[in-house]
């Protein structure tokens, strides 16, 4: 799912049946927001629990996070919380979390094959705890691709500590020549 996020995201096409990632990938995209020109830097971290040290270390110096779970797949969603408490402990202060609620087109079906999903609100009430923000996307049909990222990085800019100049996703407003940077992970 996270992999598919980003090359929908970087790439602007969905390639079903992507390869899970071991460790860590990369990859950069230049984004406008609100007039302004940034590159992105993002660090598609491993989802599995096994791999979750090493994502644990790129939070360390992250600016913000997208933490993706799967709609139609309750399971990916109940580790959410963990993936939090590892953030919180790994990042050097705190940083802004956006939620994603992924793969939200194949919800309706997991549904009617009687697996368990998790609805909108149950992912807003998640996003809620931990105060961050909250969205759902899909990366097959392309939806809210764009604007997850582009609210965390209006989030990050508008904070105090966006001088920050650090590995993750970074942001770089050519303007100012900002930098700051966020992990994808869950």
């Known amino acids: 799912g996270k992999s598919s996020f980003i090359m929908r995201l970087c790439k602007g096409k969905f390639v079903p049946n992507l390869s899970s990632t071991l460790g860590v990938d990369f990859q950069t995209k230049v984004l406008e927001v609100d007039g302004r020109t940034i590159a992105l830097q993002l660090w598609d971290t491993a989802g599995q629990e096994r791999f979750r040290s090493i994502a644990k270390s790129y939070f360390r110096r992250a600016d913000g996070v997208l933490l993706l779970y799967d709609c139609s797949y309750e399971r990916s969603f109940m580790s959410v ?106």
């Open 81 to 186: 919380r963990e993936w939090v408490d590892s953030i919180e402990e790994g990042a050097q202060k705190k940083v802004p979390i956006m939620l994603c609620g992924n793969k939200s087109d194949l919800r309706e079906e997991a549904e009617k094959q009687g697996r368990k999903v998790v609805n909108f609100e149950e992912g807003q009430r998640l996003a809620r705890e931990f105060e961050g923000l909250f969205i759902e996307t899909s990366a097959k049909e392309g939806s809210n691709i764009v604007d997850a990222v582009t609210e965390l990085s209006r989030l990050l800019m508008a904070s105090e500590d966006f001088e920050l100049v650090t590995s993750g996703l970074q942001l770089k407003t050519e303007s100012a020549k900002k930098k700051s940077s966020f992990c994808c992970g869950s």
